[in-house]
């Protein structure tokens, strides 16, 4: 037979996707799954985008610009403008999610080997995207009890080699719910600049912040302009997933021209979506307040049950909708299957996302999971009774 690659077969499997064919055979044997396993929000995508769809009356489907669309970009760069980010149309390239616009970035600015720093837990498609491009991740540990807080900047400086060509943020983060503040970027903006290496914050979350605080986002920092690269998405900010519409933002113009010549191998950004995506950048102030309101109260009902459990220890979120508890099990691997395959509470069950995916270092997470809180809070509360009566019956 002939074979795959050595990098198809390294290629980690998602902690977020993996159990669920396990899912699947649970709910075939009639239990219904709450699936807090993954980001995929329950609030309404704006009516504005679904309209925007409905009422043009394009007669041939064709190619759009391979950055994305004049007005599109234009209208974009307004929506930063509105968040006190100055960058121009040419400075932004749409792209096919903002999971398009991270393999272009390690694309752009790293070659075979070279190696990019990244705070762990961080997002476990980072370690997908880095085996494609054959970069290394180096992590850098983040831990559980500071909330999951920038690591000392020494923590950083010790990592770096002469191969490594970036640091990678999330911000706020996926899967921790942390929301780096200024300061902690400028730690940050400082060591890239003395190491003349990129600084890449992936801000797909930028709007969900909690608790009265802002984000802090790295087009902001002045002098930052050659290092900093955005990776940003319509996805989850108005809550279409499904239109796969995701920009990568730099003032870098080698970076950006460089980047081009990736997005023109793949042609363009789908052109139904971004009539879509442009359509939502007119959403109203009201509809995040509305949204953001809305995940407070998830988070505190969901941080506030946890708490009840004897053993289990939490970071408390400040943005995103992602939260890492750790639990008092050995391997959450084999407690989120047994989860779907052999417990269940009136007939319910829980799919929670391993963390151990989420971290580089071998053996770290492994008591963890990552909860998404993107449910309604009434399934959160049966999710986490769940979750309490799962833990008296484990033997794992
Ligand atoms: C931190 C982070 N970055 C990027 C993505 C990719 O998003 P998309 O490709 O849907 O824009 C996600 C999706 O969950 C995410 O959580």
Redesign the pocket.
């Known amino acids: 037979m002939p074979s795959v690659s050595n990098k198809g077969l390294t290629m980690p499997q998602s902690p977020?996707r993996k159990l669920v064919p396990f899912a699947e055979n649970a709910k075939k044997r009639g239990v219904t799954v709450i699936h807090l396993n993954?980001?995929q929000p329950d609030i309404k995508t704006p009516q504005q985008a679904l309209d925007a769809v409905k009422n043009n009356n394009i007669n041939v489907l064709e190619y759009s610009r391979t950055e994305g669309s004049e007005e599109f970009r234009t209208k974009i760069a307004k929506y930063y403008a509105k968040n006190d980010i100055h960058v121009n149309a040419a400075d932004i390239i749409v792209?096919?999610?903002?999971?398009?616009?991270?393999s272009f970035a390690m694309n752009t600015i790293a070659d075979t080997d070279d190696e990019i720093i990244i705070p762990e837990p961080?997002?476990a498609?980072?370690n997908g995207f880095a085996t494609a491009c054959g970069v290394t991740v180096v992590p850098v540990v983040s831990k559980l009890e500071d909330n999951f807080a920038l690591p000392p900047i020494e923590d950083f400086e010790k990592l770096i080699t002469p191969r490594t060509k970036a640091i990678l943020i999330?911000n706020p983060?996926?899967?921790t719910g942390y929301l780096y503040s200024k300061e902690e970027i400028q730690k940050l903006a400082t060591l890239v600049k003395k190491h003349n290496i990129f600084l890449v914050a992936?801000e797909?979350?930028r709007e969900f912040t909690y608790d009265d605080k802002t984000h802090a986002s790295i087009l902001k920092e002045e002098g930052l302009e050659e290092h900093a690269i955005v990776?940003?998405?319509?996805?989850?900010r108005y809550s279409m997933?499904g239109?796969?519409?995701?920009y990568l933002v730099s003032k870098n113009k080698e970076f950006i021209a460089t980047s081009m010549k990736f997005a023109q191998a793949r042609l363009s950004p789908p052109t139904y979506a971004q009539i879509a995506s442009e359509a939502a950048l007119d959403t109203p102030d009201s509809y995040f307040a509305e949204v953001k309101t809305e995940y407070v109260a998830r988070r505190n009902i969901l941080i506030a049950e946890l708490e009840q459990i004897e053993g289990v220890k939490i970071a408390r979120p400040q943005g995103?909708f992602?939260c890492i508890a750790e639990l008092p099990i050995k391997d959450a691997d084999h407690f989120a299957q047994w989860l779907l395959e052999d417990f269940n509470l009136n007939n319910e069950t829980v799919m929670v996302a391993p963390a151990a995916g989420f971290y580089a270092t071998e053996g770290l997470g492994k008591n963890q999971i990552r909860i998404a809180y993107v449910l309604d809070q009434e399934s959160l509360k049966r999710a986490v009774r769940i979750l309490k009566e799962a833990l008296k019956s484990y033997k794992g």
């Open positions: 977020i993954i980001g792209t096919t999610g903002g999971s398009e616009a991270l961080f997002y498609n980072y999330c983060g996926n899967p992936d797909v979350y990776i940003d998405s319509v996805s989850k997933c239109a796969r519409i995701g995103a992602y």
